[in-house]
C-alpha cells in the first residue's frame, strides 16, 4: 500500500489495557505521545486510541467491525493477547481471533503491525512455547511489519511501570512508543 505524503495518515491502536493508557493522564496515553513524536518528524498522522482495557482476543474480535468501519485508516496496530494470556486461554483460541482481526483489516487494505507478547514461565513451557510463537506465525503468514515484544525494555523494569508492576508508566510509554514508531516510519516512508 502507498501513502499520500500530503494528506493525513490514520493510525488506530487496538489493543488492551498497555496501549489504552491504564493509569495515566491523557497526555501521556500511547496514542497522544506517538501523535506528538511523529508529528515533530514532520509526519502527518492522527492517532486514535480504540484500545480497551482488559480486552481480549475475543472481545477484540467482536468489536473490530465497529471499529474498522471508521473512514480511511491506514495502519492498524495489533497489541491483544495479553489478557489471553493471564487467563490461560489456549494459545491456538488467540490465534485463531487475531488471525480474522488481521484478515478483516487487510481486506479493507489497511496495514497491520502486529504486536506481540510473551508469556511467563509460570504457565508451564508448552504454554509459553505455543503463545509465544504465534505471533512470529501470524506475522510470517501475513507478511505484516512485526513487534516482538510490545514491553521490550520496559516489561519488568519497576522505573518504566506503574505500581502494579504490569502497566507502562510514562517513561515506559516513551520507550513503547519508539519501537512502534520505527515501524510506522518505515511502512509511510
Known sequence: MTFNVSAENKIVLFGDSLMAGYGL?????LSR?????????????????????????AGGLNRINWTLSEEDIDI????????????????????????????????????????????????????KKKFDKLYKSLSDKYNLSFIPFLLEGVALKPEFNLQ??????????????????KKIIKLLN
Do not use: C, W
Open 76 to 127: 492498524l496496530i495489533l497489541g491483544l493477547g495479553a489478557n489471553d494470556m493471564l487467563r490461560g486461554v489456549q494459545p491456538k483460541e488467540t490465534e485463531k481471533n487475531l488471525n480474522k482481526i488481521i484478515k478483516l483489516a487487510l481486506d479493507k487494505k489497511i496495514n497491520v503491525i502486529l504486536a506481540g507478547m510473551i508469556a511467563p514461565n509460570s504457565y508451564g513451557r508448552n504454554y
Open 25 to 29: 493522564q491523557v497526555e501521556h496515553h
Open 33 to 57: 505521545v506517538l501523535e506528538n513524536s511523529l508529528a515533530s518528524k514532520g509526519f502527518k498522522v492522527k492517532v486514535v486510541n480504540a484500545s480497551v482495557s482488559g480486552d481480549t482476543s
Open 164 to 181: 502494579d508492576g504490569m502497566h507502562p508508566n510514562e517513561k515506559g510509554v516513551k520507550i513503547i512508543s519508539k519501537t512502534i514508531e
